[in-house]
Structure formats: structure tokens, C-alpha cells
């Protein structure tokens, strides 16, 4: 069982950057593609970037494609969500999420169902 736990939500003016950050307690972390997803209130849950094994391949929501990016440290057993430019509409509460679904080192999925472990998540709140 892989444990997941996200850290670095705040509140923010539009315009700011944060970071987020995701620690996984696994030993073959590398094994895993990962994920954010967000949640905003009365709203689904809804993909936001993910991240091949190898971490050479990325794929972004295109409502965030340009100001966010993704990334791993495979030896550290993280992975983190850079935002920049942020807006009221990216409030919500951010999750990571692993799964061993697909095979190759760049395989990526923003498919939620596929994912099997996910965090706790990490609030961000965006004002005006």
C-alpha cells in the first residue's frame, strides 16, 4: 500500500505562485505514474497534470497547460506541482494520486478511475 501525503496549499492572491509538494512511502516509488487532480467546492474532481515513471513525459489539463508544471524526484520519492499565475478558478483541494496502471517509463493517464492510491489532499484558495 502506497501512503501519500501532499504538503505547500495556502491562500493566495491571483497572480501567485505556490508550491505543491507529494511524498510517497514506497520503495519502488519509480514504478508509479503519478497525479494531481483538484477538487473545488459542489464541483467534480478533475484531472490537472501527471507524470511518467521516468518523469520524461508530462500531460496538463489545458485549463492549466502554461502555468503549471509538474515534476519527480525519483530518489526522493516526490513529485510536485509547480503553479504560477494562479486564478480564483484554481481554488479547490489538491490531491496526489499513483498507479501502477499502463506499462513503459512514459506512460502517462489523467484518468482518476485508473489511479489506485491517492492523498489527502492540500487545500489552495486563490483570491481576487
Known amino acids: 500500500q502506497v501512503q501519500l501525503v501532499e504538503s505547500g496549499g495556502g491562500l493566495v492572491q491571483a497572480g501567485d505562485s505556490l508550491r505543491l509538494s507529494c511524498e510517497a512511502s514506497t520503495r519502488t516509488f519509480s514504478t508509479y505514474v503519478m497525479g494531481w487532480f483538484r477538487q473545488a467546492p459542489g464541483k467534480e474532481r478533475e484531472f490537472v497534470a501527471a507524470?511518467?515513471?521516468?518523469?520524461?513525459?508530462?500531460y496538463y489539463a489545458d485549463s492549466v497547460k502554461g502555468r503549471f508544471t509538474i515534476s519527480r524526484d525519483n530518489a526522493k520519492n516526490t513529485v510536485a506541482l509547480q503553479l504560477n499565475s494562479l486564478k480564483p478558478e484554481d481554488t479547490g483541494l489538491y490531491y496526489c494520486?499513483?498507479?501502477?496502471?499502463?506499462?513503459?517509463?512514459?506512460?502517462?493517464?489523467?484518468?482518476?478511475?485508473?489511479?489506485?492510491?491517492w492523498g489527502q489532499g492540500t487545500q489552495v484558495t486563490v483570491s481576487s
Open positions: 494520486a499513483a498507479t501502477l496502471y499502463g506499462s513503459g517509463s512514459n506512460f502517462v493517464t489523467s484518468v482518476s478511475t485508473r489511479y489506485a492510491h
Open positions: 507524470i511518467s515513471r521516468s518523469g520524461g513525459n508530462t
